[in-house]
């Protein structure tokens, strides 16, 4: 399976704005995580993106189920203190 890698700002504004706010909000700037995603080369428009996001030696990746949906269980993340 042939993949697309996506960068930080090739996610649509409104997630990359919803990612910066969590980021503020737990003391983070969006420049202290490296944020990826992947797609279907195959068929894009129809595949799910995983968003994978990394801060040092750690990393996640998080299955698109809906629009915007991985900024959710990131922030999940950072109260459980996952990135720090």
């Not at 003391?27 to 801060?55: E, K, M």
């Amino acid at each position: 399976m042939d993949t697309i890698l996506l960068r930080y700002t090739d996610l649509p504004i409104g997630e990359r704005a919803a990612f910066e706010l969590v980021c503020a909000r737990h003391g983070f700037a969006p420049a202290h995580f490296d944020v990826t995603a992947t797609i279907d080369a195959q068929d894009p428009a129809q595949s799910q993106r995983l968003v994978t996001v990394r801060r040092g030696g750690w990393a996640q990746s998080y299955r698109e189920g809906s629009t915007g949906h991985w900024v959710r269980e990131f922030e999940t993340d950072l109260n459980c203190r996952f990135f720090k």
